[in-house]
């Protein structure tokens, strides 16, 4: 099945930038919408809102920054660097808070964020994102929650020892805020699918998970057949109102050729949450 380009130059031309791969047939049509009656600032605000600004910068810089007003380019230049600062910023933070994690023999696993900016774009820079998440097991929700108060955060939900243990039977993460810092970290010790476990979480070994080398530094990375139907259903959680999310998912399978089809079949099987992963490698 073909899928009809929007009537829309500017979505048309957002969808061709929106990848970290162009090849000569996206490049050529990149160079052919150009030349039409963009409308710029619709086109720079969408990006910003559907979190690949990065990707429309990068794109259109690669290929036809003589053709894109100066204007407009220079604005796409101070808010990509803007962003790439903000991520620095954040990944140096995330690998500040997994030393403490380790150091108290908490195994924590990062994801989304910077690690998979890292892992498959490639690039810190090509994503746009504002938090931090951990996922932990369990037993050791405390235990990080601690870790993280006593450096600088506070959580967003005020619960003493004996509450928190309560909190964390009914719900699967928590946040917490330094203000400081202007940062979140939302802990996780466990991720659902409607009202079933999800398949994913860290157990007392590390030999279920990948790791990935970021910023000089080796972190644990869930395995990309887990974040791969992770994606797919944090996605239809929010009716996918972002591109970003569907160029992330478009990522993954390009940057995994080898993935693991059948043994992520028996997850989506088991969650029962066929449409929802169907639906996402459809988009």
Known sequence: MTLLPPNNPEIELLLSCARTHLNPQTTER?????????DWEYLSKTALHHRVMPLLYRSL????????PNETMEKLRSQFLTNAARNLYLTHELLKILGLMEEEDILAVPFKGPVLATSIFGDITLRQF?????????????????????????????LDDKQFCIYLK????????CDEKKAFVDLHWGLKVRNAAFPVHPDHSDNHLNLVVMEGHKVHNLPPEDLL????????LHCWDSLGWICCVAELIQSNPDLNYGQI????????CERIFFLGLFL
């Open 30 to 38: 990149i160079n052919a919408l150009v030349q039409k009656n963009i």
């Open 265 to 272: 079949i028996q997850m989506v099987r088991r969650v029962k």
């Open 170 to 177: 009914s719900k699967n993460a928590a946040t917490f805020i």
């Open 130 to 158: 504002s938090d931090l998440d951990i996922l932990i097991h369990p037993n050791h929700a405390l235990k990080a929650r601690n870790v993280l108060t006593a450096n600088g955060y506070r959580p967003e939900i005020e």
């Open 61 to 68: 810089k690669s290929t036809c920054s003589n053709g894109v």
């Open 229 to 236: 139907l992770y994606l797919c259903v944090h996605g239809a």
